[in-house]
């Protein structure tokens, strides 16, 4: 006696077609998410080092403020990867760090100064395809100040 058989083409197909679908979602989440947390590495590694540096160089002089912003500019690390500029770094300086400037007027009180690199957007590869943006921001900000010893006494 023959048994019939109900006709099972094609699941395979279809299951696989599934399961590869999700897995190269998972991959483009694991890839766009790596992407955003190494960018946000390198613009941390570059505001801190740019905030050590300008603060290095004040000594409460116009001269060790403009010094401080030139040695910012010329600070050789990039981003994305090694491939771009950061964009829109602002400086800014404080006496007791409760009110930044920009351009202060009294420069012998200058102790502190913060560096920030808001204007660094990544391009997401795979995440917009299932609707995600574009791309992120990927800002970061530190502060140095001249003498850490002195703020520990």
Not at 62 to 73: F, K
């Amino acid at each position: 006696m023959r048994v019939r058989r109900v006709r099972e083409r094609g699941f395979v197909l279809i299951a696989m077609s599934v399961s590869m679908f999700l897995l190269l979602a998972v991959i483009g989440l694991a890839f766009d998410l790596g992407r955003v947390y190494i960018a946000r590495n390198e613009a941390q590694v570059f505001t801190d080092a740019a905030a050590m540096t300008a603060a290095a160089r004040l000594d409460g002089t116009p001269t060790g403020l403009t010094t401080a912003r030139e040695d910012v500019a010329h600070l050789p690390i990039r981003w994305n990867l090694g491939t771009e500029d950061f964009r829109g770094v602002v400086i800014e300086f404080s006496a007791d760090q409760s009110h930044w400037e920009k351009d202060p007027k009294d420069t012998a009180a200058i102790r502190f100064v913060r560096v920030i690199a808001p204007d660094n957007n990544l391009e997401i590869t795979f995440l917009r395809a299932v609707g995600g943006p574009q791309s992120l921001k990927v800002p970061a900000y530190a502060v140095a100040t001249v003498n850490p010893v002195r703020l520990v006494e």
